[in-house]
């Protein structure tokens, strides 16, 4: 595709429930990035993803949060036991190598009830 | 840690009028600094991106300034269109971790016809 894509683009879902994110990178691009956004503030860092390894996993809040990224390409976000505080838009963004522009995809609306 | 401001939070213009947004940062140690738009439920559009070593880039009618030394970055806006209303976001990447984008929480801005 031409850019970078996220499924769901909305999730609804009940507190203490497992979600997956999805995020399709543009083709290519070997750096990775999730963010997350919270009404009304910017996006704050997640993780950052070289290939397939976690470079910088630091912005992840909890132990509740992982990410993969087993082929290098697409990347899953992973939240176990969802809390309420969960609820955000989550923003996947890719780029050719780091220190390049990043791309960023339409993001998963995710709502906690 | 490096902040990133924005003022103001939101700004309501009259369509051809020139506009300023503002953006501030604690830490001169950047790498870049990137303005972004990013229109209601959507991801982030990139518009411009000025090297630590620029004072400015220049992009249709808008322009970006950067100013290091004192931590501040503008976003000039010339002949507001209806179609410019949408949230800017600025966002910096520090010299030790290039890859990670500090945002501020934006502008919303509303263009009236």
């Known amino acids: 595709g031409a850019g970078v894509s996220q499924t769901p683009s909305n999730k609804v879902t009940e507190k203490g429930k497992y979600v997956e994110l999805r995020c399709d990178p543009i083709?290519?691009?070997?750096?990775l990035y999730w963010y997350r956004q919270s009404l009304g503030q910017g996006p704050e860092f997640l993780i950052y993803f070289q290939g397939t390894g976690a470079a910088d996993d630091s912005g992840l809040p909890n132990d509740r949060f992982f990410a993969v990224r087993p082929e290098g390409s697409v990347s899953t976000l992973k939240i176990q036991r969802t809390e309420r505080g969960d609820s955000a838009v989550y923003l996947c963004?890719?780029?050719?190598?780091?220190?390049?522009?990043?791309?960023f995809g339409p993001g998963t609306r995710l709502l906690v009830l | 840690k490096q902040e990133v401001t924005q003022i103001p939070a939101a700004l309501s213009v009259p369509e051809g009028e020139n506009l300023v947004l503002n953006c501030s940062f604690t830490?001169?140690?950047?790498?870049?600094l990137q303005w972004f738009r990013q229109d209601p439920g959507k991801g982030l559009t990139s518009l411009l991106l000025?090297?630590?070593?620029?004072r400015e880039q220049t992009s249709g009618r808008l322009n970006a300034s950067l100013d290091k030394s004192s931590g501040r970055s503008t976003l000039y806006i010339a002949a507001s269109q209806p179609g410019d209303s949408a949230t800017y976001l600025c966002a910096v990447r520090r010299m030790d971790s290039s890859y990670k984008l500090i945002f501020g929480s934006g502008t919303r801005l509303l263009v009236r016809p």
């Open positions: 083709s290519g691009h070997t750096a």
């Open positions: 000025i090297q630590s070593s620029q």
């Open positions: 963004a890719s780029s050719l190598i780091d220190t390049e522009t990043q791309y």
């Open positions: 830490d001169s140690a950047i790498y870049n």
